[in-house]
């Protein structure tokens, strides 16, 4: 009972901490991001092996605040600089730059493959690429490579607003509804124009400018 406990508390605390690391660390995977997740993998582990439990909750308070540290460091030009480097140019004007493949250690076949999932099969459509200090690669294309939007053909396109979901999985999330000025009266009388109950609805959304109910029914059996 008490390893459970142990495992327990140790699972939570490790998410509070990923928490306070913030998003940054999970979605861009910076140096320092990288060897705070190592290391908060090793010293939440350690208890498990051991029966320093204490220590253990103190290293992970320690390097929360070293992270964040480091974090605050970044904001400033030149310590974005030193902990995360520069963009470096891998593509320009659709030729390798293969002194700068050679510095970030990437291989033809991985650029080529990275251009292929962003949907640019051949190297001479595009302009630049650059691979950012998070590991991503940024294509930039050729003018005339550049995908169409509706602002190149003139066609108006009335913008709706951001879809924020009201009903998920037949439950309405008041929350949601409250962010848009929206009420359950509201959805109760649009769901009743449409002959719905929200346990028929698996899905619903509202988009924050028109106010209009999107709806995906629940398949019934």
Same mark, same amino acid.
């Given at each position: 009972?008490?390893?459970?406990?142990?495992?327990?508390?140790?699972?939570?605390?490790?998410?509070?901490?990923?928490?306070?690391?913030?998003?940054?660390?999970?979605?861009?995977?910076?140096?320092?991001?990288?060897?705070?997740?190592?290391?908060?993998?090793?010293?939440a582990s350690e208890p498990l092996i051991?029966? *320093?439990?204490?220590?253990?909750?103190?290293? $992970?308070? %320690?390097?929360? +605040? /070293?992270? @964040? &540290?480091? !974090?605050?460091?970044?904001?400033?030009?030149?310590?974005n600089r030193f902990f995360l480097g520069?963009?470096?140019?891998?593509?320009?004007?659709?030729?390798?730059? *293969?002194?700068?493949?050679?510095?970030?250690? $990437?291989? %033809?076949?991985? +650029? /080529?493959? @990275? &251009?292929? !999932?962003?949907?640019?099969?051949?190297?001479?459509?595009?302009?630049?690429?650059?691979?950012?200090?998070?590991?991503?690669?940024?294509?930039?294309?050729?003018? *005339?490579?550049?995908?169409?939007?509706?602002?190149?053909?003139?066609?108006?396109?009335?913008?709706?607003?951001?879809?924020?979901?009201?009903?998920?999985?037949?439950?309405?999330?008041?929350?949601?509804?409250?962010?848009?000025?929206?009420?359950?009266?509201?959805?109760?009388? *649009?769901?009743?124009?449409?002959?719905?109950?929200?346990?028929?609805?698996?899905?619903?959304?509202?988009?924050?400018?028109?106010?209009?109910?999107?709806?995906?029914?629940?398949?019934?059996?």
């Open positions: 009972m008490f390893l459970f406990i142990k495992v327990f508390t140790l699972y939570l605390v490790t998410i509070a901490v990923m928490r306070l690391m913030g998003k940054s660390s999970i979605v861009q995977m910076t140096p320092y991001d990288l060897v705070a997740i190592i290391i908060i993998g090793t010293i051991s029966t *320093e439990f204490w220590p253990t909750l103190l290293a $992970l308070g %320690i390097l929360v +605040v /070293l992270h @964040i &540290l480091f !974090s605050m460091l970044t904001l400033n030009q030149i310590g520069e963009p470096t140019l891998i593509i320009k004007n659709g030729v390798i730059l *293969e002194d700068n493949l050679e510095k970030s250690h $990437l291989s %033809i076949s991985q +650029v /080529l493959a @990275i &251009l292929r !999932s962003k949907g640019y099969p051949k190297v001479s459509d595009v302009e630049y690429a650059l691979l950012e200090p998070i590991g991503e690669v940024s294509v930039i294309p050729k003018a *005339e490579n550049t995908p169409v939007t509706v602002e190149h053909m003139n066609i108006d396109i009335k913008d709706e607003g951001l879809p924020i979901a009201v009903i998920v999985d037949g439950r309405i999330q008041y929350r949601n509804l409250k962010l848009l000025g929206l009420n359950k009266e509201w959805l109760m009388e *649009e769901l009743a124009k449409k002959n719905l109950n929200q346990k028929d609805v698996i899905y619903g959304f509202a988009s924050d400018k028109s106010k209009k109910l999107y709806i995906n029914k629940r398949e019934k059996n």
